[in-house]
């Protein structure tokens, strides 16, 4: 995996719930990395997606789900890494309603992602060498994430997408 270094993480996250504005200007700076679209396939070690994914780890969920969202309105349609980042986007946005104290739509969500890696486990592997989704660890995160739903509202915290 390769270091999102040149790109700072936002100054604050922003929360839905306070009267704070997003940290804009360094989010546009990682939409400025995305492509106008991707050709067959989103590289793993794609700049602006390796981004998204530190930002969720990082708990700026808010600002992960907007640079992941990114990715995924360009790449290719009906493809692996499309899934797979559904199903990032939707772990994000289930952190976001986790800090909001909202778990019971935290919890569809996660369903909702644990469905997409079911459906990305269904699909046969491309064999795109350097493809998120075929080096992406979708099987621990889907277990990550029933594990997660198992345990019930009290006991969630974030789920981190790369640190599982």
Partial sequence: MVSVAPLAMPRWPYRLDKDTEADHDTLALAKALVPMRYAGFVPADDPALRYGLALNDAGFFWEAHEILEAVWKVAPQRGRDRILLRACIQVANANLKLSLQRPHAAHRLLQ?????????????????????????????????????????????????????
């Fill in 112 to 164: 909702d992602a644990l469905s997409e890696l079911h459906e990305l486990a269904r699909r046969p592997p491309t064999g795109i060498a350097g493809s998120f989704s075929g080096q992406f660890p979708a099987a621990a995160l889907a277990s990550a994430l029933a594990h997660q739903l198992a345990i019930g509202e009290a006991g969630r915290g974030p789920i981190k997408i790369t640190g599982i």
